[in-house]
């Protein structure tokens, strides 16, 4: 299943099948995971996702390891490959 195939609102579990939180949205690489009212998002990267199986997201870990992994930092942009602006990026300092 495609990232983009995934919709708002379903279950999203660890892999010990207790529920982490649901869907709240979903960009290239991550689901950003509600976990109620008084709680911060976590953004969860494709890579945590084990599979997809019936509206329900299941996590290759467990949700207490999901919750200490800093996930509730939205991911900053990635970094401009080398040279993308003209320069080498190893010597901008110069």
């Known amino acids: 299943m495609r990232m983009a195939d995934l919709q708002r609102g379903w279950p999203v579990l660890g892999n010990d099948g207790q529920r982490l939180g649901t869907v709240h949205d979903v960009t290239q690489n991550y689901v950003i995971t509600s976990r109620g009212a008084l709680s911060t998002p976590l953004?969860?990267?494709?890579?945590a996702i084990a599979n997809v199986e019936r509206d329900v997201v299941h996590l290759n870990l467990a949700k207490n390891e999901a919750e200490?992994?800093?996930?509730?930092?939205?991911?900053?942009?990635?970094?401009p490959a080398d040279g993308d602006d003209g320069t080498d990026l190893l010597h901008r300092h110069v």
């Open 43 to 47: 953004y969860v990267p494709a890579s």
């Open 68 to 79: 200490q992994m800093g996930w509730e930092e939205a991911p900053r942009e990635a970094d």
